[in-house]
């Protein structure tokens, strides 16, 4: 037995609390430092960050782990989708339809502008199609965030969460009927081309119905005080998560199906609670991974195509919101900064693109140059137009900095 | 923030001589009710007061609604009625109007004296020259007046006229308080108050009551020994309980709470035309300034207590509770209110008196039954509505 046994062993293995600590430290100090020099959006901190520590830059944060992040990533994941469906209200819905209608159109719009100026620019109009399906959507993590680190509220905030919502659900739904479309094409069967999305819709909604129920349920039995229903609402979403990957279900539509049932069937016995307060614990590290997972160099094998996709879905949105304006309610103006609000684009396009491009190399290649590019300038620039749109709208708090009770302009 | 300077004068109104009484029909009467606007998320107080107001110009409403010092609140203007079949028509109607437009901008409109739980530090002054300057000159009292009152204008044919009902109202005060009561709960507690709201109010150094002048020349002469020393510019920067408002040729009775519906408003319109018009008309009985040495003291067992509050009588010294001076008046108004169309409302009023309760007694309950403020509000916010 070697005296020195006591002494650790070099090179250290640094466990999961190491990792999690300097990540939330380090992303703590970015998101903060940022703000402070350059009044830029925490989330662009945290993106920024993970890039400069990630494999494209040092590579301290490499892709083993990315890997072990996982958990984190999920539980923040699934409180941002949970709180975003908590702004899906039914009631306003049936009572101006044209919220949903305005939302819808936005969609549709940008997805045949992308498609078009794919198909213009040459590329394969399958592949087209599904990049202008997966340009539909818009990060709901992203711009929640910074809806809640602006303490914004008002028309443009909630519209923008209904749009988010129903474009990331419209997303969802064209990509999983194009792959099947896909799968066709390349001769597999007719019932599983169906039956897949069928399924992935089916138990997705079902899962968060389930969830919802469940949640309702444990609420009335903990009673109102906020604390016990903390509890109670993170281990229903943590619960959702992990069932919807097990199942290979969407995340996505399960969690946003979770807030949004328990948002409308029970609305006096379910309190609000902080979940993104507590909840930036998890929230900085899925930010700073997204950064790291960025793929930079796709910049320059794609740039220009990805910014003519940006401008496209700019483009469609911004039309239809402001053509529906007055109809639903608001101003073109606001209207406008609610399109500005859409920019971002959730990093799960990169899954989507990886996993057609692992299935048809040939066709994949394209597809995955352009979403990454796209992601890269937009996980990027699209905070700061989040902050930029809700500031203009007069809808985020004035900073404490200028005083309390300085007066608002009105709007619009 | 321009720094404001302490001892410059509050800014004059426009042109026009604001103290000349304009006649007005005896006892034709006006509602103001400021309402609150809630998000529908967690029912706190949104800033939707501009995005509601950019869609009531594109809408056809009776009376008028206007924004007010804070970007929460509201405020719906009736027209002048003789009667409160029309009153209670056209509040109804206005009602209406607002909570669609509301509805589609998925906000909640809710009577009530305050907010339950709404912190004052984060409500946000409407622009505007004059808010701007009441947040400049009040400081922290200005956000602290998101508070929701109901007022009540009554008209006069002459200022001298004004100034005898004033003082004669001024005795019948506290019943306003406790029938209207509906502010138990602020900033987050059980103030163990029937109306917080009067608390706020009284907390402006021009509030109060108007000085026991006998006749409208004796009433300018204050106002203008006032302006002249530079504490007021306009009557808008008194915050009596009852108020001269000459351009209009009324009294305004500002001491109620926001009530939880239009018809409640309407009820306590009727009940103070009908008061009213039998104080205008038995001049047999004087203004004592007795009225105002107990009026604090009676001022403070109706905010306090509501209907089971102490009331001290100026005129005869006795004690007696404010539910039996209330159902005392009320007795001595029924014939009168026969006449005037307003037996439906008062009897309304009286079953309120029978059962000594009040609308804060019913936001208790609800938060009994509920557990939270925020349902509380919702319950609001559907009462508003007209629904049960």
Same mark, same amino acid.
Do not use: N, R, T
């Given at each position: 037995m070697n005296e020195l046994d006591f002494l650790p062993a070099f090179p250290f293995h640094f466990s999961g609390i190491v990792l999690f600590g300097a990540l939330l430290l380090a992303g703590f100090c970015a998101g903060e430092g940022l703000y402070r020099l350059l009044r830029l959006p925490k989330v662009t901190g945290y993106v920024l960050l993970g890039v400069v520590v990630g494999p494209g830059v040092l590579n301290w944060f490499d892709q083993y782990f990315i890997t072990q992040s996982r958990v984190f990533v999920d539980i923040a994941l699934g409180m941002l989708l949970f709180e975003a469906g908590r702004y899906l209200d039914l009631t306003w819905y049936r009572r101006n339809p044209w919220v949903v209608a305005a939302g819808v159109a936005a969609g549709v719009l940008a997805f045949v502008f992308v498609l078009g100026m794919l198909v213009l620019l040459g590329i394969d109009p399958l592949i087209a199609a599904l990049v202008a399906g997966i340009a539909m959507s818009t990060s709901p993590s992203v711009v929640l965030m910074v809806i809640r680190d602006l303490r914004a509220e008002g028309q443009v905030v909630e519209r923008a969460m209904t749009v988010v919502a129903l474009n990331s659900i419209m997303a969802f739904l064209a990509v999983t009927v194009l792959w099947s479309g896909l799968h066709l094409t390349h001769s597999v069967s007719l019932s599983s081309a169906v039956a897949h999305p069928l399924y992935l819709l089916a138990g997705s909604l079902l899962i968060g119905l389930a969830g919802g129920y469940l949640l309702l349920g444990l609420a009335r039995l903990v009673g109102p005080r906020q604390g016990r229903q903390f509890v109670v609402i993170v281990a229903v979403i943590l619960l959702a998560v992990g069932i919807a990957q097990v199942l290979k279900l969407s995340v996505l539509i399960s969690l946003l199906m979770l807030g949004a049932v328990t948002r409308n069937l029970d609305q006096l016995n379910l309190r609000e609670v902080d979940l993104l307060g507590t909840g930036r614990l998890f929230i900085i590290v899925l930010f700073v991974v997204v950064g790291a997972s960025l793929k930079l160099d796709a910049l320059v094998a794609g740039g220009w195509v990805a910014l003519a996709l940006i401008l496209a879905r700019f483009g469609g949105k911004a039309i239809a919101l402001t053509a529906l304006a007055s109809t639903s309610g608001i101003s073109w103006q606001k209207a406008l900064w609610i399109s500005v609000a859409m920019l971002p684009m959730s990093g799960s396009a990169i899954v989507l693109a990886h996993d057609v491009a692992a299935m048809y190399p040939e066709l994949g290649a394209q597809l995955t140059q352009i979403v990454y590019a796209a992601v890269a300038i937009l996980e990027i620039i699209g905070p700061i137009a989040v902050q930029f749109a809700l500031r203009m709208s007069n809808e985020a708090m004035p900073d404490a900095a200028a005083g309390g009770g300085s007066a608002s302009r009105s709007v619009p | 923030m321009t720094a404001i300077d302490p001892a410059a004068p509050p800014p004059a109104p426009d042109a026009g001589d604001e103290m000349n009484f304009r006649a007005s029909r005896a006892l034709s009467m006006g509602v103001e009710l400021e309402l609150q606007i809630v998000n529908r998320r967690d029912y706190n107080l949104s800033r939707g007061a501009p995005d509601l107001l950019y869609l009531l110009q594109s809408v056809k409403c009776p009376g008028e609604i206007k924004p007010e010092i804070t970007e929460g609140m509201i405020e719906l203007n009736s027209s002048v009625h003789e009667r409160y079949e029309t009153l209670v028509e056209e509040l109804r109607a206005i009602r209406d109007v607002l909570v669609r437009q509301a509805d589609r901008l998925n906000l909640g409109i809710a009577g009530g004296g305050t907010h339950p739980f709404h912190r004052w530090s984060e409500q946000r002054i409407f622009d505007g020259p004059r808010f701007s300057f009441i947040s400049d000159l009040y400081g922290y009292l200005a956000k602290q007046f998101t508070v929701f009152g109901q007022h009540i204008h009554l008209g006069c044919p002459s200022g001298d006229d004004a100034v005898y009902l004033l003082h004669r109202m001024s005795r019948y005060i506290p019943h306003f308080i406790a029938l209207s009561a509906a502010s138990p709960y602020y900033q987050g507690e059980d103030s163990r108050f029937q109306s917080s709201r009067l608390n706020v109010v009284f907390a402006?150094?021009? *509030?109060?009551c108007m000085p026991f002048v006998q006749s409208w020349a004796e009433f300018e002469a204050y106002f203008n020994r006032m302006k002249g020393f530079g504490?007021?510019? *306009?009557?808008?920067?008194f915050y009596w309980d009852i108020r001269p408002k000459p351009e209009y040729g009324t009294i305004e009775i500002r001491v109620c709470d926001t009530p939880l519906s239009v018809d409640k408003a309407a009820a306590l319109a009727a009940y103070a035309q009908t008061l009213g018009a039998h104080l205008f008309d038995d001049r047999s009985t004087q203004p004592i300034r007795d009225v105002y040495e107990v009026y604090n003291y009676n001022r403070f067992q109706a905010c306090r207590f509501g209907l089971k509050g102490n009331f001290i009588d100026p005129y005869t010294k006795a004690h007696r509770t404010l539910h039996e001076d209330v159902r005392q008046t009320l007795d001595l108004l029924s014939d009168r209110s026969a006449a005037m169309g307003t037996e439906l409302p008062l009897a309304n009023i009286r079953e309120q008196v029978a059962r000594e309760t009040s609308e804060a007694e019913l936001l208790r309950s609800w938060m009994e039954q509920h557990g939270a403020l925020s349902s509380v509000v919702n319950r609001q916010c559907a009462a508003w509505r007209g629904e049960t």
């Open positions: - | 402006f150094p021009l *509030s109060g504490i007021v510019s *306009s009557m808008k920067d």
